[in-house]
């Protein structure tokens, strides 16, 4: 069983910065692709970035990419979210996830929310304009 906690929200004006973090236990982190997540009020949970094993290749909702960067550090057994150019649109809940399966299968890019059964328990970041 895997355990996710994540860090480094909080509000910003639009065009800053954040960087999330996921911290993982429980599970050898490094054997499986992870995602991030963000669930909006009043909205469904939506797909942000995704990050393979292995190689670590990278996934991207259309609506972030060129300006969120998914990453992992295996040693430290944690996953990060760098997000720039933020806009008002990305005010939400952010969640990391790891899939319920998937153990060192190379090119296994979940993500769909059903794809994944651990979460954490999520980090709000704000956008103001």
């Known amino acids: 069983q895997v355990q996710l906690v994540e860090s480094g929200g909080g509000s910003v004006q639009a065009g800053g910065s954040l960087r999330l973090s996921c911290a993982a236990s429980?599970?050898?982190?490094?054997?499986?692709?992870m995602g991030w997540f963000r669930q909006a009020p009043g909205k469904e949970r939506e797909f942000v970035a995704g990050?393979?094993?292995?190689?670590?290749?990278?996934y991207y909702a259309d609506s972030v990419k060129e300006r969120f960067t998914i990453s992992r550090d295996n040693a430290k057994n944690t996953l990060y979210l760098q997000m720039n150019s933020l806009k008002p649109e990305d005010t939400a809940v952010y969640f990391c996830?790891?899939?319920?399966?998937?153990?060192?299968?190379?090119?296994?890019?979940?993500?769909?929310?059903?794809?994944?059964?651990?979460w954490g328990q999520g980090t709000q970041v704000t956008v103001s304009s």
């Open positions: 996830a790891a899939p319920r399966e998937g153990r060192r299968r190379i090119y296994y890019s979940p993500k769909n929310v059903a794809d994944f059964n651990t």
């Open positions: 429980g599970r050898t982190f490094s054997d499986y692709a």
């Open positions: 990050i393979r094993w292995g190689s670590g290749g990278t």
